[in-house]
């Protein structure tokens, strides 16, 4: 398919310079520097402590044009549309970082720049397209090379610490062939999915805003066990999703992953309790550990993660015995200024990523429960790491992300006590959509609760203001509309952005088994992982009728496979910002999406 490509890329390799080329290259040849991004005003809840520590290594990371992303954002769409030709015939590792590759003369220039600091290839990490290119610098380098001060920021609420400037520049010629740089003006704070122990009176703050679920939603669920209206275990997901019954074909040819970050630990002692009182059959099995940027993977019982226990316990309970891979993300953004050693202040998962793309193989689904407000990550990185997310999405894999647990922004409905402010200079009132399940590369998954299922109050929910909404969502998002008063919390959100979440799953009561001992846990931490299983059982059922993998789901839920998911219709609101938020109706809202999963209504559409 795109044979030509890799041949005309093996070509200009040939004689192309990849690397720093040898020639002289002075700092003089660099004039006329230029501001590249800056923040109108510090970040709310953000204070200056002092100047960074000229010592303090940070790991720069610098984005290169992809010269026809637009190709490859077209091929993605065409082998993920059922109705297309193309359906299932994903791209290859070599044809996607042919389409992303730099253009040459980008190239050239940046590493003429680089050079020209000092630099060699060899002190050089690339990515495998040569789109990215990350360097370990001391802060009075990466000051010289930005023309800007870095300082040393405390965030005021949890005392974290980062080394950021609140603007920097670059030679002017360098404009059009560097498209971001960071950490530089990234003020975020990356976290898990709140993943808490899901104590019985946790909803009674919502319960002004409940909704009685419609009859159907009743009747449909009239089987399942009482006692899942308590406790969540990987039973009641195959009886809520229909799994129960399906036995699998191509394990073999099958895989799950889940991702791990902030010293989240899966423990495997735990996963056995949790499989001998859950899965018996899988008692004696395990998971595959993979360390990115110097992750640990400690395994005494206090090391254990709520977080990472939940994700794996009930992702590869769910889909046992499909392979299943635990990657543990090394590094976290606060700054430690007792430290001088290499500290990455990137968000890890801009590690993870860069990691997974030069891997071969990549598991067909991945579940992610982490995220932070879109606001926090300046859009032009925010639009690279989401185009990152696209080529794995080409690539086949199905990409999930939970919705975020603050409703439409920090889970406030008190005007006086919300904290939902932009950080452009305006300092107003505005819903916090979660990045990054706003790209719309990955799906998004929001949170239920209860028998029969009804929305939860937490459930993340709203509309990008970085991304307009896709092509594949506007009936059903138009729809929705339809349906809402026509100046609905007018100029809090962006009506014309990516609708999310897409899907939704059960967050709330799991059991899942934390250092020897069971615990309730929620969140739509929860439903992440849940919904991932449902895909990898899809994947399954594919792969045995020799079949390619789902791969990026939006275009064909939403053409087609709506029709399996059982659409929620009642419940709470999800409040914040001072407002009630969003509440659940017929057909895809801004809180359940299109609903949960039905397995084998989706088999028989999607296989």
Known sequence: MLAFQKLLTLVLLVGQAWAIPSGAVELRDFKEYKVKEALLRPPAGWTLVGEAPSDHIISLRVGLPQSNFEALEQHLFEVSDPDHSRYGQHLSKEEVEDLVAPPPESLKK???WLKAHGFKEVELDRSPAKDWVSIKVPVKIAEQMLKTKYHVWKHDESGDKLVRTTSYSLPEELHDHIDVIQPTTMFSRFNAMKSLIHW?????????????PTSAS??????IDPSCSQTITVSCLHQLYNTGGYVQKATKKNSIGITGYL???????????????QVPEAANSTFEVVAVNGGLN???PEEAGFEANLDVQFAFGLTHPVPGTYWTTGGRPPFKPDLTTPQNTNEPYADWVDFVLKQKSVPYVISTSYGEPEQTVPEAYARRVCNSFAQLSARGVSLIFASGDGGVGDGWDDPERHRCRTNDGRNITRFLPTFPTTCPYVTSVGGTTDVP?????FSGGGFSDYWPRPSWQDRHVKQWFKGVPKDLYKDLYNPAGRGFPDVAAQGTKFRVW??????????TSASSPAFAAVVALLNDARLAKGRKPLGFLNPVLYSKGYAGFNDITGGHTNPGCGTKGFNATEGWDPITGLGTPDFVKLKELLT
């Open 110 to 112: 940046v590493n003429a």
């Open 453 to 457: 299922e009804i929305s939860v109050f």
């Open 298 to 300: 400690p395994q005494a």
């Open 218 to 223: 009743d009747a449909r669920l009239a089987a």
């Open 200 to 212: 019985p009176d946790a909803e009674k703050k919502a319960s002004a805003t409940f909704k009685q």
């Open 514 to 523: 934390v250092g020897g001992t069971p615990f309730p846990i929620g969140g």
């Open 263 to 277: 010293e989240q630990f899966a423990n495997f002692a735990d996963l056995k309790s949790f499989y001998e009182e």
